[in-house]
């Protein structure tokens, strides 16, 4: 059962001093499946040049990629990526993953605070993997999967691999 999700809980609490919403606890919840079928994108190089795909992904929250693999454990997120030139599959050699964070120190409102919290509170993460694939002039599709992740975006070059 996938979609958006919200209820009250009335905390039976009569004061005429509070609004109705002050005396419930609010849930919201969003319910989601990966999807199975792959995300595709056609475009067309004019050059020989290599093609250089990037795909990246954005955690804001508690913690690094958790929350997506139903349970505590932390599980990195991956990509399942088919390049096509006309209806030939290419090679996509996986060249560079780079793993970024944004670290503040303390000041975070999004973030839980507990007995164990640090001065450092990491509220984002960005993982990305580069591949290259030598190029040709026509027309591409690529496709995408992701796994371990409710996003991702992507960028599409050909080009110096630099």
Do not use: C, H
Not at 10 to 39: C, K, M, R, T
Not at 84 to 96: I, Q
Not at 112 to 127: F, G, I, M
């Amino acid at each position: 059962m996938q979609g958006s999700y919200s209820t009250a809980i009335d905390l039976g609490i009569e004061d005429p001093a509070l609004d109705e919403w002050e005396n419930q606890v609010q849930f919201y919840l969003n319910v989601w499946e990966q999807p199975s079928e792959p995300f595709v994108t056609e475009f067309v190089s004019f050059s020989e040049a290599p093609i250089r795909v990037e795909v990246s992904m954005n955690q804001y929250g508690y913690s690094n990629y958790a929350g997506y693999s139903g349970g505590s454990a932390k599980q990195q997120p991956s990509f399942d990526i088919v390049l096509k030139n006309g209806d030939e599959e290419v090679e996509l050699k996986l060249v560079k993953a780079i793993s970024k964070g944004s670290v503040n120190f303390g000041n975070n409102d999004m973030i839980l605070y507990s007995a164990e919290s640090s001065a450092y509170q990491q509220y984002s993460t960005t993982y990305t993997e580069v591949y290259e694939a030598t190029g040709a002039m026509g027309e591409w599709e690529l496709s995408i999967i992701s796994a371990n992740t409710d996003n991702f975006e992507y960028s599409i070059a050909a080009g110096d691999s630099e």
